[in-house]
């Protein structure tokens, strides 16, 4: 088991303090409150195998948010190149355009 203080926990797991010590008092984390220097201070212990999942679920994340940034840079890509095309055809008719008014 390893402890560590429910701030750390909290930067971790990328959630609030204010979470982390409801999770505890709700029993749904393993903590134990020690004081230290007067004050209270809340351990959430930890399992090695929790541990491991954790690291797992948080590559997961950021394998499943560089899918999402790789469709849409296809998008993007997708749309930058309609884009050009309306230049162009723009253009043309600028020219078109243009050159009508050039010639009377």
């Known amino acids: 088991m390893k402890?560590?203080?429910a701030?750390?926990?909290?930067?971790e797991h990328?959630?609030?303090l204010f979470e982390v010590i409801q999770k505890a008092?709700?029993?749904e984390l393993l903590s134990e409150i020690v004081e230290e220097k007067g004050r209270k201070v809340t351990y959430i212990l930890?399992?090695?195998e929790e541990k491991s999942s954790e690291n797992n679920?948080?590559?997961k994340k950021s394998d499943t948010k560089q899918e999402g940034k790789?469709?849409?840079e296809t998008r993007l890509y997708k749309q930058l190149e309609s884009m050009k095309e309306e230049i162009r055809a723009l253009r043309k008719i600028i020219e078109?355009?243009?050159?009508e008014r050039g010639g009377k």
């Not at 701030?7 to 930067?11: E, G, L």
């Not at 078109?96 to 050159?99: S, V």
């Open 3 to 5: 402890k560590i203080t």
């Open 96 to 99: 078109k355009c243009c050159e």
């Open 7 to 11: 701030r750390d926990y909290a930067r």
């Open 46 to 48: 930890l399992d090695e």
């Open 14 to 16: 990328r959630i609030s």
């Open 70 to 72: 790789d469709f849409d």
């Open 57 to 59: 679920r948080q590559k």
């Open 25 to 27: 008092n709700r029993k």
